[in-house]
């Protein structure tokens, strides 16, 4: 019988950040022929840390399934050592314009949609066990680059909000927050309980921008399906 998860799980993982960073350095000076290079340093750095993890025991071998080479899968790595199955993805984003050198305060990445947050990772994974690794990294065209800080964190803390309160999307994908700012969320509960409103919201705004190309028959018929639909809600209200 598995073990439960211990609940230092997070805080062992965040206390080897600094030699993972060491060590992903240490990696990318040995390996200079791998052509390291902000445009591909996202999948290029996963197996690296992959390797990092089982060799200080932080996953075990046979324990776990690696789906990083696999694009439409999420999370890269799936930690089935306990009771529960964790949830780790990994990520990177450049500190730095690349062509300019110019400073960046946020990764503008995003992280999965609300939709398959919704339906597949919160229907497999327990929202506080679901985790990523960040590889913040440098490199400026003409400079070798070089990782400037590792760091592992419940989800919600690399999620962004809108103005108005809503889970931070672009159409239907979640997006992070500025790496400077505080985090935008208590736990996993709160950002489970926006989903639904920021689903709906999104599909409202997509429609609202485009509906003036909608065809008369077409606008006839959603006004009709609409019109049914509340009826229906208002028979059972």
């Known amino acids: 019988m598995k073990k439960t998860v211990p609940k230092d799980y997070l805080l062992k993982r965040q206390k080897e950040m600094i030699n993972l960073t060491n060590h992903l350095n240490s990696i990318i000076k040995i390996n200079n022929s791998v052509g390291w290079h902000y445009k591909e340093f996202g999948k290029q750095v996963e197996q690296p840390i992959i390797e990092f993890l089982v060799k200080n025991s932080l996953l075990i071998k046979g324990k776990f399934k690696d789906q990083s080479n696999n694009k439409n899968e999420i999370p890269d790595i799936i930690d089935e050592q306990f009771s529960k199955p964790i949830f780790i993805d990994i990520k990177a984003g450049n500190k730095v314009v690349y062509k300019t050198g110019i400073k960046v305060t946020n990764a503008n990445q995003d992280l999965s949609t609300t939709v398959s947050w919704r339906d597949k990772v919160f229907t497999k994974y327990e929202g506080e066990l679901c985790f990523y690794i960040e590889v913040k990294y440098n490199h400026k065209l003409g400079k070798d680059l070089f990782v400037e800080e590792c760091v592992m964190d419940h989800f919600y803390k690399f999620v962004g909000k809108t103005p108005n309160g809503l889970i931070a999307h ?60 509340l009826n229906k809600l208002k028979k059972n209200t």
């Open 170 to 229: 672009r159409r239907r994908n979640v997006r992070t927050k500025s790496w400077e700012s505080e985090s935008k969320f208590k736990n996993a509960q709160e950002f489970k309980d926006l989903l639904n409103k920021t689903i709906s919201f999104s599909i409202k705004k997509t429609f609202l921008n485009s509906y003036h190309d909608l065809c008369e028959e077409d606008k006839i018929e959603i006004r009709d399906y609409l019109d049914s639909d």
